[in-house]
C-alpha cells in the first residue's frame, strides 16, 4: 500500500467514525454504498487499492442530516460540504471533510473546498416506469452538466484558469436556482409512499446498479470496519452480486488502482505515491 492511500485511509476512517456518530446523536440509520459496502464484506474495511468511502441515506434522514449536523461540527475540524454551504461546489450530494487536509484529484479541478472527504449520498424515491425513469435521470444530467460547466469544473489545469475573476454574486445566484431545480427534479416522487424503490441518481454505475427497494435500505445489520462498526443492509449478498458479481473475487492487478486522489498536503508533508 502506497504511503499515499495509507494516509488517506487513515484520515477517511476518522471523517466515517465522525459520521456515525452524528447518526447514532440524530438517531438517523443509514448504509455504506458501493466498494465501500464490497470492502466491508470482503475485506471488512478498506478495498486496499480503494480511495473513498460512500454512504447514503433515505432522502428525508439525509435533509435531516444536513440541517441538524453543521452546528454539531461548529467545533471540529470537520466540514459538511453540500451545494448549499459551499457556493462553489457543484455536485449534488454531501461531503464530510476534513478541514486538516488539503488535496487534489485526479482529473477534477475546481474552485470548491478541498480536503479529504467521504461522501454522502441521499436516496431517492424513483418511478415504476422505465419512460419516466429516463426522463427524471435525463433532467438530472442536464442540469448537473450546466452546474459543472458554471462553476468551472474542468478535467485539467491551465494557466487561463488563473486570469478568470471568480464569479461575482449575480452569476452565483444563477447557478443557486439550478442548484434547487436539480434537487426539485430528484424529491419529484419523494411524496409517493406507494413507489416503493429508491436510487441513488448521482452514481456512477449503470442506472440498475444502485437502485434498491425501500425495504433493502431499511432492514440494516452491523459489520466491521477496520476499527469500526459500521451500518450495511442486511440483503447485502443480493446487492453486492447485482452490482459485481462474484463480489467476493479479487478483479486482475492491473485494475487495482487508486481511482480518485493524486496529492495529499497533511501535517505540513506532501504525499503524492
Not at 459496502?37 to 428525508?60: K, N, S, T
Not at 459543472?148 to 445566484?173: E, F, G, I, T, W
Request: aromatic share 10%; net charge negative; glycine share 2%.
Amino acid at each position: 500500500m502506497s504511503a499515499l492511500i495509507d494516509r488517506i485511509h487513515r484520515v477517511e476512517l476518522g471523517n466515517l467514525a465522525k459520521f456515525t456518530q452524528l447518526c447514532a446523536q440524530l438517531d438517523l440509520p443509514y448504509l455504506l454504498l458501493g466498494g465501500s459496502l464490497l470492502g466491508a464484506i470482503r475485506h471488512q474495511g478498506f478495498i486496499p487499492w480503494d480511495d473513498d468511502v460512500d454512504v447514503g441515506l433515505l432522502r428525508a434522514d439525509y435533509d435531516r442530516l444536513l440541517a441538524a449536523a453543521p452546528p454539531l461540527l461548529a467545533d471540529s475540524h470537520y466540514f459538511l460540504q453540500t451545494p448549499n454551504s459551499d457556493p462553489n461546489y457543484a455536485l449534488s450530494y454531501a461531503k464530510l471533510l476534513d478541514r486538516n487536509t488539503y488535496i487534489e484529484e485526479k482529473n477534477n479541478v475546481n474552485n470548491a473546498r478541498k480536503g479529504v472527504f467521504i461522501d454522502i449520498f441521499p436516496l431517492d424515491r424513483i418511478p415504476d416506469e422505465p419512460a419516466q425513469q429516463r426522463e427524471q435521470l435525463a433532467k438530472f444530467q442536464w442540469y448537473n452538466t450546466r452546474i459543472l460547466l458554471q462553476l468551472r469544473y474542468h478535467l485539467v489545469s491551465n494557466p487561463l484558469m488563473k486570469l478568470q475573476s471568480p464569479l461575482d454574486a449575480d452569476q452565483l445566484a444563477d447557478v443557486q436556482a439550478l442548484k434547487d431545480a436539480r434537487e426539485m427534479v430528484m424529491t419529484q416522487y419523494q411524496a409517493r409512499t406507494d413507489l416503493t424503490q429508491v436510487k441513488n441518481l448521482a452514481s456512477q454505475y449503470a442506472y440498475d446498479k444502485e437502485v434498491f427497494s425501500v425495504a433493502q435500505v431499511s432492514d440494516l445489520t452491523t459489520v466491521p470496519f477496520e476499527t469500526l462498526t459500521v451500518q450495511v443492509p442486511s440483503d447485502y449478498a443480493t446487492i453486492l452480486t447485482a452490482m459485481y458479481g462474484d463480489y467476493q473475487a479479487l478483479p486482475p492487478k492491473n485494475q487495482r488502482t487508486e481511482k480518485h486522489l493524486e496529492r495529499l498536503i497533511m501535517d505540513n508533508q506532501m504525499f503524492t505515491e
